[in-house]
């Protein structure tokens, strides 16, 4: 599948620093060697992976919707739980619909 837009890639740092991610269970010393590749390959559908330095596959992979976003945004929801990271919903969604429009 091709993406519609070229993917983005973060550091975990990076998007601490952007008060997108609030929470993380990584040691602190593996921070570095994360990367999160944001990528949107069709309109209205992002994809949030997160990846080690040194491997091809991903740790984890997360689909989600720009519905899906307004919804727990209606619902006042403000954490999305990927297991490893919690992202601040409404800050997230903003910066993907920033890089992404």
């Known amino acids: 599948m091709l993406d519609e837009y070229e993917p983005y890639w ?14 993380s269970i990584v040691p602190s010393k593996r921070r570095p060697n994360l990367y999160f590749r944001l990528a949107c390959p069709q309109r209205g559908v992002f994809v949030i992976s997160l990846y080690y330095h040194g491997c091809e596959k991903a740790i984890l992979e997360s689909y989600i919707t720009r519905d899906q976003f307004s919804a727990m945004l209606e619902e006042n929801k403000h954490i999305l739980d990927l297991a490893y990271v919690q992202l601040n919903i409404p800050r997230t969604f903003g910066f993907l619909d920033k890089i992404f429009p």
């Open 10 to 23: 973060f550091l975990h740092e990076q998007l601490e620093k952007e008060g997108i991610i609030v929470e």
